[in-house]
């Protein structure tokens, strides 16, 4: 195996969550001969002494031991918001080394988790067309459904996740930009699961501002790349995060999963979209999201466009 990709772990002020996600991150089979760097960011300027208490105390569990073979923590004394603190850490690491891990500090991953992104990351790391590595599978996606260990997706999952400096370069963070391409390039529909996967919703939310999150610009950029992401059938991380203590996540069970899978090698195979994972996803937004907001998202969409195009003469 090639140099093992560095690690990335965001943190704020979820001291329990922060020490669960090193924990299992230590437990990894790579972790040893790993180089681990830790960004923390810096206190918002209305933080109560409660929010201050826990940021200090989240800080102390990043010290706690050393979770991989080298350790740098990277302190901010500002608050950049959990948006602009990935893409900008991110951006640091991937662009010296070529290639990232990445993780926030609500995710527990297997023990085999770092195994497989980098036996990902070396099997695919020519493919242009594949851009992300996932380690999050939605538990309605059924394994046995799948003839391999890993399929190829649209969507790149962020909830333990790797990439490199060839697809990371295309990050487009300018929402209103994403949204007039997609529209010219006439993949609305697609990007939304038939205007199903609350994605549109997503991108005009920061598009108005009402939000500040970045993975939604992501899935944008990479699609409008023609992108794919490769995912393992089995999950190899879970998402403890949703539970209201989230900048952008509410309480639910949705995401859960009872057990997580072993998955330290990856097979290469054929660069597509693994057609009944599509499907499935497709019927499991509109059972999520509803027709309802189907409908209200397609007719925005229709008026944006025809305002877009046609207000001008």
Not at 42 to 62: F, P
Not at 64 to 81: F, L, S
Not at 138 to 143: D, G, L, M, S, Y
Not at 169 to 194: G, Q
């Given at each position: 195996m090639s140099m093992l990709a560095p690690i990335v772990v965001f943190v704020y002020n979820r001291p329990e969550h922060t020490r669960k996600t090193l924990e299992a991150l230590s437990a990894?089979?790579?972790?040893?001969?790993?180089?681990?760097?830790?960004?923390?960011?810096?206190?918002?300027?209305?933080?109560?002494?409660?929010?201050?208490?826990?940021?200090?105390?989240?800080?102390?569990?990043?010290?706690?031991?050393?979770?991989?073979?080298?350790?740098?923590?990277?302190?901010?004394?500002?608050?950049?918001?959990?948006?602009?603190?990935?893409?900008?850490?991110?951006?640091?690491?991937?662009?010296?080394?070529?290639?990232?891990?990445?993780?926030?500090?609500?995710?527990?991953?297997?023990?085999?988790?770092?195994?497989?992104?980098?036996?990902?990351?070396?099997?695919?790391?020519?493919?242009?067309?594949?851009?992300?590595?996932?380690?999050?599978?939605?538990?309605?996606?059924?394994?046995?459904?799948?003839?391999?260990?890993?399929?190829?997706?649209?969507?790149?999952?962020?909830?333990?996740?790797?990439?490199?400096?060839?697809?990371?370069?295309?990050?487009?963070?300018?929402?209103?930009?994403?949204?007039?391409?997609?529209?010219?390039?006439?993949?609305?529909?697609?990007?939304?699961?038939?205007?199903?996967?609350?994605?549109?919703?997503?991108?005009n939310a920061n598009i108005v501002k009402s939000v500040r999150t970045w993975a939604v610009k992501w899935y944008a950029s990479t699609l409008l790349q023609n992108g794919i992401a490769l995912?393992?059938?089995?999950?190899?991380?879970?998402?403890?995060?949703?539970?209201?203590?989230?900048?952008?996540?509410?309480?639910?069970?949705?995401?859960?999963?009872?057990?997580?899978?072993?998955?330290?090698?990856?097979?290469?195979?054929?660069?597509?979209?693994?057609?009944?994972?599509?499907?499935?996803?497709?019927?499991?937004?509109?059972?999520?999201?509803?027709?309802?907001?189907?409908?209200?998202?397609?007719?925005?969409?229709?008026?944006?466009?025809?305002?877009?195009?046609?207000?001008?003469?």
């Amino acid at each position: 195996m090639s140099m093992l990709a560095p690690i990335v772990v965001f943190v704020y002020n979820r001291p329990e969550h922060t020490r669960k996600t090193l924990e299992a991150l230590s437990a990894n089979f790579l972790a040893s001969q790993s180089e681990l760097f830790v960004f923390a960011d810096g206190a918002r300027a209305n933080a109560t002494s409660n929010d201050l208490a826990k940021l200090e105390e989240t800080r102390k569990v990043i010290r706690e031991k050393d979770w991989c073979g080298k350790v740098t923590i990277i302190e901010r004394t500002d608050n950049a918001g959990l948006a602009a603190s990935i893409t900008s850490g991110v951006s640091r690491i991937v662009n010296e080394f070529g290639k990232v891990i990445v993780l926030e500090d609500d995710i527990v991953t297997a023990p085999s988790f770092l195994a497989y992104m980098n036996n990902a990351l070396q099997v695919y790391e020519n493919d242009e067309k594949v851009m992300h590595i996932a380690g999050f599978t939605f538990p309605w996606v059924e394994a046995s459904k799948i003839e391999q260990e890993t399929f190829f997706y649209r969507v790149p999952s962020c909830w333990g996740w790797a990439t490199w400096a060839r697809a990371w370069k295309h990050y487009n963070d300018d929402s209103k930009d994403l949204f007039v391409k997609l529209c010219e390039t006439n993949r609305l529909s697609y990007f939304d699961f038939e205007y199903s996967g609350g994605f549109l919703g997503q991108l005009n939310a920061n598009i108005v501002k009402s939000v500040r999150t970045w993975a939604v610009k992501w899935y944008a950029s990479t699609l409008l790349q023609n992108g794919i992401a490769l995912h393992p059938s089995v999950s190899l991380v879970n998402n403890i995060g949703f539970d209201s203590t989230g900048e952008n996540s509410n309480a639910t069970r949705l995401f859960d999963h009872k057990s997580l899978g072993n998955l330290d090698h990856v097979e290469r195979q054929e660069l597509k979209e693994n057609k009944y994972v599509a499907q499935r996803m497709t019927s499991a937004y509109r059972n999520t999201f509803g027709n309802r907001l189907r409908s209200f998202l397609a007719n925005r969409v229709k008026n944006f466009v025809r305002l877009k195009y046609f207000a001008k003469g």
